[in-house]
C-alpha cells in the first residue's frame, strides 16, 4: 500500500467518529423531547442545559473531524 | 489532493485585499479579506443598534428588534450568572453578537456575482482563540478579584470524599485549562466544516455540468438541492454556535463569580 493510501484510509477512519457523535447529539435532543412532551411545562427552563449537553457531545465529532483534516492536509 | 480538483480548502486563504503585503517591524500588517469582514461586520452590528436607538414611547419595529436582542441577553445572563451577573452583560452582548453577525455574513450566497465572495471570519482559529482566550482571561481575573486564592476551591467539588482528592482535583484542574481550547476550537469547526460541505457539493454541481449528458445533470441538480439544503442548516448552525459560545461563557463566569 502506498503512503498516500495509507494517508486516505486513516483520514476515512477518523471520520467514524463523526458518525459516533452524531448518535451522541441525537440521543440528547431525543431524550430532551421525550421529557418536553412528558412535561411541557418544565421544557422552557432546561434549554440552557439541552445546549449545554449538545455542545460537549458535538465537540467530540468536531475533534474527530480535526483529526481527519490534520491527516488530510497537514500530515506530508 | 489529487486529479485538479477544485481544493474546497482556497476559499479560507487570507490575502491582502488593497495593494501588497505592508511590513512593520518584520510583522505582515496588510489590511486582509479577514481584516475587512471584521469591519463589514462591525458597521452591520453599528447600524443595527444604532438604528435601534430610537427611545421612542411607541417602538417601530427597528427598536422592538434592538430591545429584543438586548433583552435576550440580559436574560441569558440573569439566569445563567446569577446576582451579579449583570456587570458582564455587555461583554456578552458583544461576543454573541459578533460571533453571529460574523458566521451568517459569512454564508451569505453573494458569490454568484463575479468578484465577490464573502469571507467567514469565525472559520479561523486565530480569531476564534481569541475570543475564547479573552472570555477565559476574564474568568481568571474576576475569580482571584473576587475570590483572592479562595478561588482555586473551585477544583475541589462539594461532598467528594476526602480520598478521592489525589484523583478529582487534577481532573478538574485540566478540565478547566481545557475550556478556552474547547471554546475555540468548537466555533472554528464547525463554521469550517459547514463551508467546506458547501464547497464540496458546489465543486459537484460544476463537474456534473462539466461531464453532460442526462447523469452530469442529474448529479448537478441533487447537488444543488444539497447545498439548499445544507444552507438552510448552516444558518441554524451559526445562530447556535454563537448561542453556545456565549452561554458558556457565562457559565465559566458564573464559576468564577460564585464558586459552584
Redesign the interface.
Known sequence: MTDLGAMYIGAGLAAIGVGLAALGVGNVFGSFLEGALRNPGAADGQQGRLFIGFAASELLGLIAFVVAILILFVVK | MSAGKIDP?EQFKVEPVLGGHLNLFGYDVSFTNSALFMVVVFMLLAVFMAGGLKRQLVPGRWQVAAEDAVSFIDN?VT??IGSGGKKFAPYIFSLFFFILFANLVGVLPLAILPGLHTFAVTSHITVTAVLAFLSFGIVLVVGFATHGLKFFSLFVPHGAPAWLMPVIIPVEFVSFMVRPF?LG??LF??M??GHILLEVFGSFVVQGLNAGGPLGGVVSLLSFAMIVGVSALELLVCA?QA??FA??TS?YLHDAVHLH
Open positions: 480548502m441569558m439566569v445563567n474547547s476550537l468548537r469547526v464547525a469550517t466544516a447556535i448561542y453556545v452561554l458558556l457559565l
